[in-house]
């Protein structure tokens, strides 16, 4: 039986129209229909639907699409010089693989995806939280080949085409007006290099090096001329932006890639033209900023760093958070894969993991994974001892210091959040409890020094040293960690480091 609707709205069905000798060529598995238009999703509205009653309306079921089975994990192969980063923890902009099919967009809030139809795209928005965001998607005769999205809404670019200029559009997923979106034109001749969104602005770099700035509801709020050029990609979090541009070329030909940070809305700079932390024969994999507000890069090594201390001018320095081929998942040698970044939110690395030599996430919806952030400061033991005791004691010592580094790391980047902004009494217990952290790694720390012998009492007093409750209960603990193993020389001292600091004395170790 076959069926089919007429422009004209009427339906014609026939039943054995197929010729019995054909016959066996239909007799295949029932594969569901490649691409269903739904009229409903291309209303502008994406506000959450009001409860009746106390009760949630049913929603529409999801409609299948063959091509998640058709794509399967095949992406956009060959050479990586053609990946654009632009990500501001909104999303990337990615080749199109043999189906016509492109991520635009990818993130902790949805994906954004499209689908070449000839004449036009089929843009496709999707969202993790269905409770909260309501999916859509839309025709798109512009041709959009970027798109960033986050809570407030979705940002959309396409290149200059057929003698038009290139256009920015933007789509709030939830307004109280009848119709909030907005689309502008940029000057002929220039084209849009990366594009970024955050709460409360929108930034277009160009082919020009200009910076555009927008305010969410599409008025022109400032316009500038990057200082290092060619522009490379964009970032972007509350009323900070993060640029990047090649910097001077140097003589053998190379050049770094420097960046750039400013306070849009008080007009300050951060960082001016300082220089990207990339190893050498390493490229930026991507540019974005942690749900914290700090500045992360992902390198083609696999490392994952974040800027300390860059709301102080001069001040700034990339630290690893955490080097991927390090992995314990990778120790055996069997596995090949790659991680492809997506966000750093409460203190994890979320990526997709890449099988083999995928150099793109596969379609429709990759599965996101999580990594605890690991600063790498010691070589594993390759061939550990498994049953032996003193071993296993043994690493305790590295586990440890790794634990103090990063936990003091995190401490510091929410002391300079916190003093930037109006701390609220739940960030100050956060910060509280983190510094608490850090002493209880300082506490483990010494328990293994002194485990280790009387020799090792210089280093566990400077452990205490490094502690920082001004209570005195961890130097206090700390005591009755010395006198426990019968350190009586380093108990006597541990006192006299807390009588100091009672008395508000310098301590000099």
């Known amino acids: 039986m076959t069926s089919f609707t007429t422009s004209d709205g009427e339906v014609y069905i026939y039943a054995d129209f197929m010729p019995k000798e054909f016959a066996p060529l239909l007799e ?30 049913l929603g529409r079921a999801e409609t299948p699409d063959s091509l998640d089975e058709i794509l399967g994990s095949e992406g956009e192969g060959g050479d ?10 909104a999303g990337y ?4 693989n043999g189906y016509g099919k492109r991520s635009n967009g990818l993130n902790l809030t949805g994906f954004v995806w499209t689908v070449d139809q000839d004449t036009h795209h089929t843009v496709t928005v999707k969202f993790y939280d269905r409770e909260y965001h309501r999916d859509f998607h839309f025709t798109d005769p512009y041709l959009y080949d970027k798109a960033c999205l986050n809570d407030n809404g979705t940002l959309f670019s396409c290149p200059p085409a057929n003698g038009n200029p290139a256009i920015i559009f933007y789509r709030p997923h939830e307004t109280w007006t009848a119709r909030a979106d907005w689309r502008t034109k940029l000057p002929r001749g220039e084209d849009v290099t990366s594009i970024a969104l955050s709460d409360s602005y929108i930034f277009v770099t160009t082919s020009t090096n200009y910076v555009r700035v927008y305010t969410l509801y599409g008025t022109p709020f400032r316009v500038y001329r990057q200082k290092s050029s060619p522009t490379v990609t964009c970032a972007a979090w509350r009323d900070y932006v993060l640029t990047m541009g090649n910097g001077p070329v140097s003589p053998d030909g190379s050049t770094k890639l420097l960046y750039t940070i400013e306070n849009v809305r008080r007009d300050e700079v951060c960082q001016s033209e300082d220089i990207v932390a990339l190893a050498d024969g390493t490229d930026l994999k991507s540019a974005f900023f942690s749900d914290a507000g ?39 040698g069997r596995k090949e894969e790659s991680y492809w970044p997506v966000a750093v939110a409460q203190d994890k690395f979320h990526c997709i993991i890449l099988k083999g030599g995928d150099q793109y996430p596969y379609f429709p919806r990759p599965l996101l994974s999580e990594f605890d952030f690991k600063i790498p400061l010691t070589s594993p033991d390759p061939n550990p001892a498994a049953d032996d005791a003193e071993n296993l004691l043994s690493t305790d010592g590295p586990r440890l210091e790794e634990a103090f580094v990063r936990s003091s790391l995190t401490v510091s980047l929410l002391e300079d959040l916190l003093s930037s902004t109006t701390a609220t009494h739940a960030q100050r217990a956060e910060l509280a409890r983190r510094e608490i952290g850090v002493d209880k790694v300082l506490l483990q720390l010494l328990n293994v020094e002194c485990r280790e012998g009387e020799e090792r009492g210089m280093k566990a007093l400077e452990l205490v040293g490094l502690m920082r ?30 009588e100091r600091r009672m008395m508000g004395e310098e301590e000099d170790f």
């Open 28 to 57: 295949k598995s029932l594969q569901p229909a490649p691409f269903i238009h739904d009229p409903l999703a291309e209303t502008t509205g994406n506000a959450r639907r009001p409860v009746t009653n106390g009760f949630k309306p």
């Open 80 to 89: 990586e010089d053609d990946f654009v980063v632009d990500d501001d923890g």
């Open 93 to 96: 902009a990615l080749g199109l």
């Open 294 to 332: 700090d500045p992360c890069i992902y390198d083609s090594e696999g490392v994952l760093l974040v800027l300390q201390h860059w709301r102080t001018p001069g001040q700034a320095r990339w630290v690893p958070l955490l080097d991927t081929k390090r992995l314990e998942r990778l120790a055996s």
């Open 469 to 498: 409750d001004k209570s005195g209960k961890m130097v206090e603990a700390a005591g009755k960690v010395a006198g426990r193993y019968g350190r009586g020389v380093l108990e006597e001292k541990i006192r006299e480091v807390a």
